[in-house]
């Protein structure tokens, strides 16, 4: 478990003083689901730009990669087309720590 320090301005201290933890695990939750959709939401958005490369050399990025043609556009689409699978991955593994904290 972490322990999170949340930090107020002075003229909302007596509100917070009479809150309990669930109003702050609640609003957690909140920003939360704002994330995963957003995630989601991106996801989608690579994985449609993912597809592109696929349907145009007809293979998955682990294919092309272990054949990229040697041209510039065969190393910039490599590039371009690295940079999607990663950030596609590394949402995907942020969105699975979010959905482990919505329970």
């Given at each position: 478990?972490?322990?999170?320090?949340?930090?107020?301005?002075?003229?909302?201290?007596?509100?917070?003083?009479?809150?309990?933890?669930?109003?702050?695990?609640?609003?957690?939750?909140?920003?939360?689901?704002?994330?995963?959709?957003?995630?989601?939401?991106r996801?989608?958005?690579?994985?449609?730009?993912?597809?592109?490369?696929?349907?145009?050399?007809?293979?998955?990025?682990?294919?092309?990669?272990?054949?990229?043609?040697?041209?510039?556009?065969?190393?910039?689409?490599?590039?371009?087309?690295?940079?999607?699978?990663?950030?596609?991955?590394?949402l995907?593994?942020?969105?699975?720590?979010?959905?482990?904290?919505?329970?």
């Amino acid at each position: 478990m972490v322990e999170v320090t949340v930090k107020i301005p002075e003229d909302l201290k007596d509100i917070a003083a009479e809150t309990d933890e669930t109003i702050y695990v609640e609003a957690l939750k909140e920003v939360a689901r704002k994330r995963m959709a957003d995630s989601r939401k991106r996801i989608k958005e690579l994985k449609e730009k993912i597809a592109i490369y696929e349907n145009t050399y007809g293979k998955s990025f682990e294919e092309f990669s272990r054949s990229v043609p040697d041209t510039f556009a065969g190393h910039d689409d490599w590039i371009d087309w690295s940079y999607l699978v990663h950030v596609a991955n590394e949402l995907g593994n942020k969105a699975e720590k979010l959905k482990t904290l919505l329970g």
